[in-house]
C-alpha cells in the first residue's frame, strides 16, 4: 500500500519512489511557468492505474496534499488558491473531461461547443456566451473527445473523424477530428436537465399557454400521432419527453434513436440505438433497421429520436399499421415545411414512389405537427400547432389548431405574445370521441 503525508491509511495514487526523489528549486526550464513545471512534476509523481480507482474527491484531497509538498521543497511561488486550482485540473484530468468537466456540473448550462483549445463556448437561458475556460492545446481536447467516445464504446480518430455518442448523465456528444475539422479536433456537447420538465413547467417558462399545454395532453392520451418539428437547439426533445410523461404505464413503448437522451418513465419501455460500423467498415445499424424491427416487438406506440433520412418511410409504415400515438422528431422552420421534409425523406429511399403515394401515406398517418422555435430572447416557444386535414387532389391539407402571435417585449427584451386559435373541431375529432376526450378539446379552444 503507498501512502503520503499523514494520510497512512488511504490508499494513494502517488508513486512513492518518485516522492522520495530531490526536486530542484533551479532546474532549468525557462520556459515553464511555476505552474506549468509543478504540474509536470505532480504528474511524474502519480501512479495513473491507482488514480482512476479513486473516488474523484478522495484524489483531488491526495493531489492537493502533493502539490502543497511539492510547491513548498521547490519553493515555486504559488498561492493555496493556485495549486488548489491546480490539483482539482489534474483532478479532472485524470477521472473526468479536464476543463469542461466543471461545465459538465453546471445545470444552467444547455449546450457546450468546443472549437479549439482557446474557443470554448456556452449555452445559458438560450444564449451563447463565452467560456472562461481553456485547454492546455489541441492535443487535450482531442484527448478528451476520444475519452467521451470509449466511454460509450465509440471510437474517434483521423481515420474514422466522426462520432455521435452520449455520456452517462445522458449529454449528448458529438466530436470531429481532423482532417474535416481544419482547426483541430471539436466538441459539441447538448446536455439535458436533471430536472424531468412537464407541460407545468413549460407552462411557468412561457414556452406554452395553459391552454396549448391542455391539448396536447389530449392528444397524447387519445393517442395522435404526433411529429414535433424545430430547428437545432428548439427544444425538440424537451417537448417529445414532456408529451412521453403522459403515456400510460401498461403501455409498451420503443424507442428508437442515435444516441439515446429520451428520459422516458414508464416501465415497459425497450431501448433501441442504431450502431456505427467496425473497424472494417461493417456491422453498421440504421434506424430504418431498427423501425423495421421494432414492428416485430409489439409494442403500442413507437418513438423515433430523430427522424432524418430513408427511415421516414418506415415510420410512417408504423404510424399506418395499428401503432397509434407514435411520436417522432423532424428538422423543419414550419409545420408545413414538416411536411415537405417527410416527402423528401422518403424519396431518399424510395425515389420509384408516386408522389401522391407518399402524400396519401402522410395524410393518413401524421395527425398534428407541433413547431417550436427558439426565438431572439432565447426563449422556446410553441410557435404553431397544425392538424394535418386530409389529401384534397395532390395537396395536403392542413389546419392551425394553436397558433403564436408576437406581441411586443418587455423591458428586459424578453418576447411578448399570446396563442390564439380558430376554435375548429379537427377532422380527429371522432377519435377525441372514442376516448371520451371530444368536449375537453373543445373547451380548452374556448378556454383559450
Known amino acids: 500500500m503507498k501512502t503520503f503525508g499523514r494520510r497512512s491509511d488511504v490508499p494513494l495514487a502517488v508513486n512513492a519512489t518518485a516522492v522520495s526523489q530531490p526536486v530542484s528549486p533551479t532546474a532549468k526550464q525557462p520556459a515553464e511557468s511555476p505552474a506549468t513545471r509543478l504540474r509536470s512534476q505532480v504528474m511524474e509523481r502519480v501512479d495513473p492505474v491507482t488514480a482512476s480507482v479513486l473516488p474523484a474527491t478522495e484524489l483531488q484531497i491526495q493531489l492537493e ?140 417558462f412561457g414556452s406554452l399557454s395553459p391552454a396549448v399545454a391542455r391539448v396536447l395532453e389530449i392528444a397524447a392520451r387519445a393517442r395522435l400521432n404526433i411529429v414535433i418539428s424545430g430547428g437545432t437547439g428548439s427544444g425538440k426533445t424537451t ?28 416501465p415497459h419501455v425497450v431501448w433501441l440505438e442504431t450502431r456505427p460500423a467496425n473497424l472494417e467498415g461493417k456491422g453498421e445499424i440504421h434506424q430504418r433497421e431498427l423501425i423495421k424491427n421494432a414492428l416485430r416487438m409489439r409494442p403500442d406506440r413507437i418513438i423515433v429520436g430523430e427522424v432524418r433520412g430513408a427511415e421516414a418511410f418506415d415510420m410512417l409504415q408504423a404510424m399506418n399499421t395499428g401503432h397509434d400515438g407514435s411520436i417522432c422528431t423532424i428538422h423543419a422552420n414550419t409545420t408545413r415545411d414538416a411536411l415537405t421534409r417527410i416527402e423528401n425523406m422518403v424519396q431518399m429511399g424510395l425515389a420509384s414512389l408516386p408522389v401522391r403515394a407518399i402524400r396519401t401515406q402522410i395524410a393518413s398517418a401524421v395527425d398534428i405537427i407541433v413547431q417550436i422555435q427558439r426565438m431572439r430572447d432565447g426563449g422556446r416557444r410553441v410557435a404553431q400547432i397544425s392538424e394535418v386535414a386530409s389529401l384534397e387532389g395532390d395537396v395536403i391539407t392542413m389546419n392551425d389548431i394553436f397558433t403564436f402571435e408576437f406581441g411586443g417585449e418587455d423591458r428586459n427584451g424578453r418576447i411578448l405574445g399570446h396563442w390564439v386559435t380558430p376554435g375548429m373541431r379537427p377532422n380527429f375529432h371522432d377519435r377525441l370521441q372514442y376516448f371520451g376526450l371530444g368536449d375537453a378539446w373543445m373547451r380548452a379552444l374556448i378556454d383559450a
Do not use: W
Not at 420503443?254 to 429520451?262: F, G, M, P, Q, S
Open 239 to 266: 417537448m417529445l419527453n414532456a408529451l412521453s410523461r403522459l403515456i400510460d404505464h401498461d403501455e409498451r413503448v420503443v424507442t428508437i434513436e442515435d444516441a439515446a437522451e429520451l428520459q422516458l418513465q414508464q
Open 65 to 204: 496534499a502533493l502539490v502543497h509538498d511539492l510547491a513548498s521543497r521547490g519553493r515555486l511561488e504559488l498561492a493555496a488558491h493556485e495549486q488548489a486550482r491546480i490539483a482539482e485540473e489534474l483532478a479532472y484530468d485524470m477521472v473526468g473531461y479536464g476543463p469542461l468537466e466543471p461545465l459538465l456540473r453546471d445545470d444552467s448550462i444547455s449546450d457546450i461547443m468546443v472549437n479549439g483549445p482557446n474557443h470554448v463556448f456556452i449555452e445559458v437561458r438560450g444564449k451563447i456566451h463565452r467560456a472562461d475556460i481553456r485547454f492546455r492545446d489541441s492535443a487535450q481536447v482531442a484527448t478528451i473527445g476520444q475519452k467521451m467516445a470509449a466511454a460509450a464504446g465509440r471510437r474517434v480518430d483521423e481515420s474514422s473523424p466522426l462520432v455521435d455518442c452520449r455520456l452517462s448523465d445522458g449529454s449528448r456528444v458529438n466530436v470531429v477530428f481532423p482532417p474535416l475539422a481544419i482547426d483541430g479536433a471539436c466538441i459539441s456537447i447538448r446536455k439535458f436537465s436533471k430536472k424531468k420538465i412537464d407541460f407545468e413547467a413549460m407552462v411557468g
